[in-house]
């Protein structure tokens, strides 16, 4: 579909994933655009205002114009997100870190752009999921991310084996995240679920000092100290 000459674009703008290291993961380019921009989608407004003042918009942080879109926003206020686009204003999308529409509410505000008919230009950052499966060693060729596993124990161990058994059937690397506070109790799930063959990869830290990626299998993480993953934002990749 021709884009409209009346209508705005919507720029998709990776953030950091947790320091102000701007120069290290944003193209000079991408922050350019995103400087001048003065109209955005956001899922927390306190992130996105560190963030925008870290790179430091033309027009002053306090006159931006910030809209929220996060999971408690209903779908049906979309179309009000949508409306300085088709006024012919250009929007720029952000997450709360690294890229938006990937793992992100704003998946549906970009579905909804191109029903009508909008530009979407994605800008190139920092996807903690990307660089997790770049690095882990793992099959790249196919891959599944699947967000969130159950929080009940007994449920979660029976996911688990239903993804290890995926990845064995299909030689698929799954990618899956936790709550931070939980990624102990999910580490010492794989551990006692996962046959000893199956390769496991954290990726902790994802472009921060503190970074971490490490692989081993199942048996030989079970015979090495096991790090720290508490509060720690970690990317699992399970490869059977």
């Not at 752009?113 to 790249?140: T, Y």
Request: hydrophobic share 40%; glycine share 4%; with cysteine.
């Amino acid at each position: 579909m021709a884009q409209s000459p009346q209508l705005g674009t919507l720029y998709l703008i990776p953030v950091t994933l947790g320091e102000d290291n701007i120069a290290k993961v944003l193209p000079p380019d991408v922050v350019s655009i995103s400087q001048q921009l003065d109209t955005f989608v956001v899922e927390s407004e306190k992130s996105a205002r560190h963030f925008l003042s870290t790179i430091k918009t033309i027009k002053p942080v306090r006159e931006l114009s910030l809209n929220l879109l996060n999971e408690h926003t209903e779908d049906k206020t979309l179309p009000d997100l949508l409306k300085p686009l088709l006024a012919g204003k250009d929007i720029g999308l952000m997450s709360d870190a690294g890229c938006p529409g990937v793992a992100d509410p704003g998946a549906k505000l970009v579905e909804l752009a191109h029903q009508k008919g909008i530009r979407v230009v994605p800008f190139v950052g920092p996807s903690s999921i990307l660089l997790s499966l770049m690095a882990s060693g793992l099959n790249g060729q196919q891959f599944a991310f699947l967000g969130y596993l159950p929080v009940d124990k007994s449920q979660r161990n029976q996911k688990l084996k239903e993804i290890e058994k995926r990845s064995l059937t299909h030689k698929e690397t799954q990618l899956f995240i936790e709550t931070p506070y939980r990624n102990q109790h999910m580490l010492e799930a794989i551990l006692s679920v996962c046959q000893p063959n199956t390769r496991l990869c954290l990726a902790c830290d994802i472009s921060l000092a503190t970074e971490k990626i490490v692989t081993k299998t199942i048996a030989t993480w079970k015979k090495s100290p096991l790090p720290d993953l508490h509060k720690r934002p970690t990317v699992f990749l399970l490869l059977a």
